[in-house]
T-cell receptor
C-alpha cells in the first residue's frame, strides 16, 4: 500500500515562530488532507489539498503532486497550535477513498 | 464542529464484552468511514460504507462488524473485546468531493 512519511516527528517552538511540516508519499494520490489533532483528541480539518497551494489565516499548504510531497506552513505560532499534525492521503480505487495517515508531527508551542 | 456526530464519547467495558459505537454523518453525505487510533498502530482505516453498501475493508478484525442504515447513520460493533482493542474510534463522512470530515471520536477503554 501507499506509504506516508512525515517530518519532523517532534517540534518545539517559541510563540511567534514559524515552522514547516513535510509529508512525503509513495504513490500518486487523488486526495491529500492535513489535520490538527488537539489535546482533546479531536481531528480538525485544516486543508484538502491534492495539488496546488491554499492559505487559511496563519496556515498555508502546498502540495507538489508530481514530486509526491506536501508542506504545511505555520506562521506566528500560538500556544493553541500545539497538538499533532497529520497528513493523510488516498488513492482512487473501486472501493472508495480510504485515507492512509502518516505518523504525525507532534508540535508544542511554548510562551 | 464538523457536522459528524458520534456516541458515546467515552466507553469503559470489560474484556469479553460487546459494544456498539454510533455515527451520524454530515447532512447529505453518503459515505461513512471508520478509523481506529491506537498508541501502537496509529490511525488506521477499518471500513467504508456508501449509501448502505460496504465498499472497502481495511485492517478490521473478524470480531468487528459495521453497517450503514437507510437513514445513513452507521454503527460499529465490537465483540469479544480484548485489552488491545482500547483505542479512539473515529467516524468520518464525505460526499463526492472526497474530503473527509471526522467526528469527535469514541474513546473505548477495555479493562
Amino acid at each position: 500500500g501507499i506509504q506516508v512519511e512525515q517530518s519532523p516527528p517532534d517540534l518545539i517552538l517559541q510563540e511567534g515562530a514559524n515552522s514547516t511540516l513535510r509529508c512525503n508519499f509513495s504513490d500518486s494520490v487523488n486526495n491529500l488532507q492535513w489535520f490538527h489533532q488537539n489535546p482533546w483528541g479531536q481531528l480538525i480539518n485544516l486543508f484538502y489539498i491534492p495539488s496546488g497551494t491554499k492559505q487559511n489565516g496563519r496556515l498555508s499548504a502546498t502540495t507538489v503532486a508530481t514530486e509526491r510531497y506536501s508542506l504545511l506552513y505555520i506562521s506566528s505560532s500560538q500556544t493553541t497550535d500545539s497538538g499533532v499534525y497529520f497528513c493523510a492521503v488516498s488513492i482512487l480505487t473501486g472501493g472508495g477513498n480510504k485515507l492512509t495517515f502518516g505518523t504525525g508531527t507532534q508540535l508544542k508551542v511554548e510562551l | 464542529d464538523s457536522g459528524v456526530t458520534q456516541t458515546p464519547k467515552h466507553l469503559i467495558t470489560a474484556t469479553g464484552q460487546r459494544v456498539t459505537l454510533r455515527c451520524s454523518p454530515r447532512s447529505g453525505d453518503l459515505s461513512v468511514y471508520w478509523y481506529q487510533q491506537s498508541l501502537d498502530q496509529g490511525l488506521q482505516f477499518l471500513i467504508h460504507y456508501y449509501n448502505g453498501e460496504e465498499r472497502a475493508k481495511g485492517n478490521i478484525l473478524e470480531r468487528f462488524s459495521a453497517q450503514q442504515f437507510p437513514d445513513l447513520h452507521s454503527e460499529l460493533n465490537l465483540s469479544s473485546l480484548e485489552l488491545g482493542d482500547s483505542a479512539l474510534y473515529f467516524c468520518a463522512s464525505s460526499s463526492r468531493g472526497n474530503e473527509q470530515y471526522f467526528g469527535p471520536g469514541t474513546r473505548l477503554t477495555v479493562t
